[in-house]
């Protein structure tokens, strides 16, 4: 099983980390290297999150990180990585 990065979500990050590295350069790269050991853990337990609570669908999860959340769908030989949005702000 292997692990596709849409480009929405590929977009996402990069701002996010944008966002972070203003205030704190090396909090960052510790961010986005953590969630991506995160996210490459999905091949060992794909459906270890939640069902996603905004899609009606089992394939879809909701993973949480940090007070991110990461929607990602199970297919049969891969796990799509769609989106990270945070969860407090609209």
């Known amino acids: 099983m292997k692990i596709i990065e849409t480009k929405k979500f590929k977009k996402e990050i990069k701002t996010i980390a944008l966002y972070i590295k203003k205030d704190k350069p090396g909090a960052s790269i510790e961010f986005v290297s953590a969630l991506k050991e995160q996210i490459n853990d999905l091949v060992n337990f794909p459906y270890k ?3 996603s609570i905004y899609f009606d669908n089992e394939n879809i999860r909701d993973m949480v990180f940090r007070g ?23």
């Not at 991110?68 to 609209?90: A, C, G, L, M």
């Open 49 to 51: 999150y939640r069902k």
């Open 68 to 90: 991110y959340t990461i929607i990602y769908e199970v297919k049969e030989n891969s796990i799509e990585v769609i989106s990270i949005f945070n969860q407090i702000k609209p």
